[in-house]
């Protein structure tokens, strides 16, 4: 069992940076393929970006391409997503997530592992 704890998250202007991090129980975190999802009131939980297990390979949403970084430190146990030019339609609960099973854009939230509780982004007009 992996516990992931999302932490970074809170309220920003339009414009602005956060960056979100995920803390996770395991010593053995390079094992896993890392995402990050988001849901906004009212939509389905939608794919961010995901990185590969040793961090040479990211991918991302249409939507964050150029202004969202995720990364990974290994032997802290912990992943980042950076985000900058945050918009309002970026406001949501932001998930990160495990996965043993594969890893990108393609993969299928049902495949991904563990989750974390998710912390919330309000960016403000």
């Known amino acids: 069992q992996v516990r992931l704890v999302e932490t970074g998250g809170g309220l920003v202007q339009a414009g602005g940076s956060l960056r979100l991090s995920c803390a996770a129980s395991?010593?053995?975190?390079?094992?896993?393929?890392m995402g990050w999802f988001r849901q906004a009131p009212g939509k389905e939980r939608e794919f961010v970006a995901a990185?590969?297990?040793?961090?040479?390979?990211?991918y991302y949403a249409d939507s964050v391409k150029g202004r969202f970084t995720i990364s990974r430190d290994n032997a802290k146990n912990t992943v980042y997503l950076q985000m900058s030019s945050l918009k309002p339609e970026d406001t949501a609960v932001y998930y990160c997530?495990?996965?043993?099973?594969?890893?990108?854009?393609?993969?299928?939230?049902?495949?991904?592992?563990?989750w974390g509780q998710g912390t919330q982004v309000t960016v403000s007009s």
């Open positions: 997530a495990a996965s043993l099973r594969c890893t990108g854009s393609g993969c299928p939230q049902a495949l991904y592992d563990y």
């Open positions: 395991t010593r053995t975190l390079s094992l896993y393929n």
């Open positions: 990185i590969s297990r040793s961090g040479g390979s990211t």
